[in-house]
């Protein structure tokens, strides 16, 4: 199975990446960019029977920090 | 008895030296040298040192790969039974990232990797790394990191400062820490990190002695403990 993980900053958490790539959008002359927030995609291969709670508790232990970051999980159909 | 202590190695640890040379000569005593994948600690440590780095290359956040290696385990249980633990830049980030301190640490708010000599402003000498200094002292200490922002909710800030957590605040805008906070003390006062390096100012050749006194303290703390 196929699973897809999107971990993004928290809203109301600085994101200097994401200023930074905004930035530079905006030296490219690309217009109208309100925000960019950056994130990061991490893709598993895992068992058929892997539970939702075993992917939680890899994204809560490891994936994403629970301080900073929420997660969200895509399986693949 | 002699003072023991252990300085950890991680794969990408790159001031474990320093780290060590600044224990042996400010501390004495014996200084172990741990790698990452030793699942056990040696036996009697008064002392573990968690040094700055690039752990495991900063893949994923820095701190996180490293915080699941063997040793860490062991340095968790060990912080648990009061063994005093330090954790330096990297350090920091794995302590953090560990559960062993609050917060996290994020790319710094410029952006930029910040390597210099920093104004720091201690805000609780009545720790156990931190007697030796004078409260609301300012000293010189230096700072080389990329991720150094620390970040915690507003209420976790307002307990750990309430509880007398921040060690040390910067004195000048360094990397967009909330609060310019510098270090924190876990929730019992036996485990500190930060990111400045106070082993890279313990002699004259280094510019400067403001890191001596964090060492000197935690030895002091010990023996009279």
């Not at chain 2, 991720?147 to 004195?171: K, M, P, Q």
Request: aromatic share 6%; net charge negative.
């Amino acid at each position: 199975m196929k699973v897809r993980v999107l971990v993004t900053l928290k809203n109301g958490v600085l994101d200097p990446q994401g200023r930074a790539i905004h930035h530079a959008l905006e030296g490219l002359g690309f217009d109208g960019v309100n925000d960019v927030r950056a994130g990061r995609v991490i893709e598993l291969d895992v068992a058929d029977s892997t539970s939702d709670e075993a992917l939680d508790d890899m994204c809560r232990k490891l994936l994403a920090n629970m301080v900073i970051e929420n997660y969200r999980i895509e399986k693949a159909a | 008895m002699a003072f023991t202590s252990a300085v950890i190695t991680f794969p990408g640890s790159n001031c474990d030296r320093d780290m060590a040379v600044a224990i042996e000569k400010v501390c004495g005593g014996t200084v172990h040298r741990v790698w990452h994948g030793d699942a056990d600690l040696p036996e009697g440590l008064d002392f573990i040192a968690l040094p700055g780095g690039f752990s495991y290359g900063d893949y994923l956040r820095s701190g996180a790969m490293a915080a699941c290696s063997p040793v860490m385990q062991a340095v968790v249980r060990a912080a648990e039974r009061g063994v005093t633990v330090l954790g330096v830049c990297n350090g920091f980030q794995v302590l953090t990232e560990a559960g062993l301190l609050p917060g996290a640490l994020m790319r710094n708010a410029g952006i930029r990797f910040v390597c210099r000599d920093v104004a720091l402003t201690v805000e609780n000498n009545q720790s156990l790394f931190t007697a030796g200094y004078d409260a609301g002292q300012q000293i010189t200490i230096p700072v080389a990191h990329h991720d150094g922002n620390f970040f915690a909710d507003d209420a976790t800030l307002d307990r750990i400062e309430g509880e007398g957590r921040v060690a040390f605040r910067y004195a000048e805008a360094v990397n967009g820490s909330a609060r310019n906070i510098a270090g924190v003390l876990g929730d019992r006062g036996n485990v500190l990190g930060m990111m400045p390096h106070p082993e890279r100012m313990i002699e004259g050749a280094h510019g400067g002695t403001d890191g001596r006194a964090l060492f000197e303290s935690v030895v002091r703390g010990l023996v009279s403990a």
